[in-house]
């Protein structure tokens, strides 16, 4: 019996804490997606030119 408390005193903590959360907006959402996206898309290419040029001159040595 007092598990259950403990549960239903948990879960009404939870419950309010998640009435404190506060959301971001759906502008801010595809702002903060757009960053994501192309700082990816920008280490990507990065490191990808950084492995070629690397190869290129491992190929020059050997």
């Not at 939870?14 to 959301?23: A, F, I």
């Amino acid at each position: 019996m007092e598990e259950n408390m403990h549960l239903i005193r948990f879960i009404k903590s939870v419950n309010h804490e998640m009435k404190l959360v506060v959301w971001p907006t759906a502008k801010e959402n595809r702002r903060d997606t757009t960053i994501v996206v192309s700082l990816t898309l920008f280490f990507v290419l990065f490191f990808a030119l950084f492995d070629w040029l690397i190869q290129l001159m491992m190929k020059l040595f050997v």
